[in-house]
């Protein structure tokens, strides 16, 4: 059983940064990786971001290259998302979960709360 929560969510206005945190309760199997989602009312959750737990392989979505960065602590047990130059289109709950490949999205554990994320214009 893992259990991973997320918080570090806020307004910020359109150009600003926030940086998430996903504090993770349990072992992740060093095959695994962990990836940050995220869901706009109404639409479908997806994955925005990854990275493998043994490695340094690190995914992104083309709508977040470049300004954001994914990056692991071990020491933590924690997975940080760090979200530059955001946009309104950026505005979404984000979630962390446990996911079989770095790049694909197959969540493999139960979801939390999330935490939000407002990007006014």
């Known amino acids: 059983q893992v259990d991973l929560v997320e918080s570090g969510g806020g307004l910020v206005q359109a150009g600003g940064s926030l940086r998430l945190s996903c504090e993770i309760f349990?072992?992740?199997?060093?095959?695994?990786?962990v990836g940050w989602y995220r869901q706009i009312p109404g639409g479908q959750r997806g994955l925005v971001a990854g990275?493998?737990?043994?490695?340094?392989?690190?995914y992104y979505a083309d709508s977040v290259k470049g300004r954001f960065t994914i990056s692991s602590d071990k020491s933590q047990n924690t997975v940080y998302l760090q979200m530059n130059s955001l946009k309104p289109e950026d505005t979404a709950v984000y979630y962390c979960?446990?996911?079989?490949?770095?790049?694909?999205?197959?969540?493999?554990?139960?979801w939390g709360q999330g935490t939000q994320v407002d990007v006014s214009s």
């Open positions: 990275i493998s737990w043994a490695g340094p392989r690190i």
């Open positions: 979960n446990q996911n079989q490949n770095y790049n694909y999205p197959r969540p493999t554990g139960s």
């Open positions: 349990g072992r992740i199997s060093s095959d695994n990786a």
